[in-house]
């Protein structure tokens, strides 16, 4: 395998991805690709193509994708306003028939782009391979649901055909009705229930920043806990960082907070030393 014409130029150093490559060869990667990482295309080429070069290197990847900031543009065209409770939206009939739509449109795109990329991808959602059963959160918010159940057998026949899975946030509850589930919530049932090696966070942000602002390269699950406690870290970083806590809890070796924005930091979080967010270990 000649690396050089794989990897980027401005990507990590060939010394340490052939060593990585090494380490990852047997292990499972899942890649939560997030919602406001998602509306420039430029940084979805950029996504598509990192995929891409994992895929070459024989890396197992599973994505589970976002989609949020596309289905508030549809929800808007049609007029509908979203109620939310605790940062879920309300989701009645008529919104779980758009946001369905919104993430099959989405991750049909995923799967097209890798395709010209010469990355053979698999749609998985609410329509197609199903592999998520959920239970309802709670009545106010409707057709949301937390995964009681993955279906890794199918995950792992795709992974075995040298294919990405890629996934939608939704799932299957009773009389096979659809819901919609948080994506990252998604990812991290996907992640403990493969008790992948690496699950990956793909954000807007640079990863877990100190009371200086300055970014924490690698972090326990106590020390994060008095981060939290001590208001270090607040607001919507806290859900994401309790669903990382659970994920390190149950059977996933480390999970990696990176900002998506920046060029291959999927890449450097995979294959560098030094990689290029926050990872979070037990």
Not at 41 to 67: E, T, Y
Not at 157 to 165: A, L
Request: hydrophobic share 40%; glycine share 8%; charged share 25%.
């Amino acid at each position: 395998m000649n690396l050089e014409n794989i990897l980027p130029k401005n990507g990590p150093p060939i010394t340490e991805v052939k060593k990585y490559i090494e380490k990852y060869k047997n292990d499972l990667i899942v890649i939560k690709y997030g919602g406001n990482v998602l509306i420039d295309r430029n940084i979805f080429n950029n996504f598509i193509s990192d995929i891409s070069i994992l895929n070459k290197l024989g890396l197992s990847i599973i994505i589970v994708h976002g989609g949020g900031p596309r289905i508030k543009r549809e929800l808007d065209k049609s007029n509908i306003q979203s109620k939310f409770i605790r940062g879920l939206r309300v989701t009645d009939k008529k919104i779980i028939d758009i946001v369905e739509t919104v993430l099959i449109d989405f991750n049909n795109d995923i799967v097209n782009s890798l395709e010209k990329k010469g990355a053979e991808a698999i749609s998985i959602h609410s329509k197609n391979n199903n592999i998520i059963e959920v239970i309802p959160e709670e009545p106010r918010l409707g057709f949301v649901g937390i995964p009681s159940k993955i279906n890794n057998d199918i995950l792992l026949d795709i992974i075995k055909e040298k294919k990405i899975p890629i996934i939608s946030p939704l799932g299957l509850g009773k009389n096979n009705q659809t819901h919609n589930i948080n994506g990252d919530t998604a990812a991290m049932a996907v992640a403990k229930s493969l008790k992948s090696r690496r699950l990956l966070l793909m954000t807007n942000v640079d990863g877990v920043l100190d009371k200086e602002k300055k970014l924490i390269e690698e972090i326990s699950s106590v020390k994060i806990m008095e981060m939290i406690q001590d208001e270090t870290i607040t607001e919507g970083m806290i859900p994401k960082i309790n669903a990382c806590l659970d994920a390190v809890n149950n059977g996933v070796t480390a999970v990696g907070i990176i900002n998506g924005t920046k060029k291959h930091s999927c890449l450097w979080e995979i294959f560098s030393d030094k990689g290029s967010g926050t990872l979070i270990r037990k």
